[in-house]
């Protein structure tokens, strides 16, 4: 069954304590690797894409990185405004009919 | 929200009713998606379509239509709603390839008495 797992599902920072969150996955034809952050009350908000193992995108404090198995979304020296749900999302199938599979997502606080 | 709009943002309705939700956008994109967020799923794929006239089902279809008879409008109709589909609502919208990325609605919150 194709499954998207992300961890932990809560964690807590002091701001400028560098961390990762995880996102495990087991689904057939990966055509790529998504990450969103979320605020309450709103929509997902893109940040990155991976489409191979061994990519990696950076963007401010943050920075993702994809093997065959799992992506690791890194931040580093994180601030309070970096506080969201961060959610991990695969694509997969073939030919048009690709579909999102999304894990749970991973709420981050910083605390100043 | 990438030229994203969707009305109502909040609704409240009652068992039985029928409830049509609104997606529009402005940025010509082929592709447009309905997702419904509940906490301990995530984000589920209700429908999606890929063109005008043009949709499919998700994997939590059951209990919903949707029609696309303009580029950019796409409704979600619940025919007679349910408490089980108390839900956030969201729309996406992606560009004409497969791995393009799907951007984001603000949401509709639906609340089924």
């Known amino acids: 069954e194709d499954q998207v797992t992300q961890s932990p599902e809560a964690l807590r920072l002091q701001e400028g304590e560098s961390s990762s969150l995880n996102c495990s996955y087991t689904?057939?034809?990966?055509?790529?690797l998504f990450w969103y952050r979320q605020d309450p009350g709103k929509g997902p908000e893109f940040l990155f894409t991976l489409y191979s193992a061994g990519e990696e995108k950076e963007k401010e404090r943050l920075k993702a990185t994809l093997t065959k198995k799992e992506s690791f979304l890194h931040i580093t020296a994180p601030k309070p405004e970096d506080s969201a749900t961060y959610l991990c999302a695969v694509l997969h199938g073939s030919g048009n009919t690709g579909k999102l599979i999304f894990g749970q997502g991973t709420t981050l606080q910083v605390k100043p | 929200d990438a030229g994203i709009t969707q009305s109502p943002r909040h609704k409240v309705t009652e068992t039985g009713t029928p409830v049509t939700l609104r997606c529009h956008q402005t940025e010509n994109h082929r592709y447009m998606y309905w997702y419904r967020q509940d906490p301990g799923h995530g984000l589920r794929l209700i429908h999606y379509s890929y063109g005008v006239k043009d949709t499919d089902k998700g994997e939590v279809s059951d209990g919903y239509s949707v029609s696309r008879s303009k580029t950019e409008d796409f409704l979600l109709t619940l025919e007679s709603a349910t408490s089980s589909q108390t839900s956030v609502y969201f729309c996406?919208?992606?560009?004409?390839?497969?791995?393009?990325?799907?951007?984001f609605g603000p949401g509709t919150r639906l609340t089924v008495l």
């Open positions: 996406a919208i992606s560009s004409g390839r497969l791995t393009d990325t799907q951007y």
């Open positions: 689904v057939s034809g990966l055509r790529g």
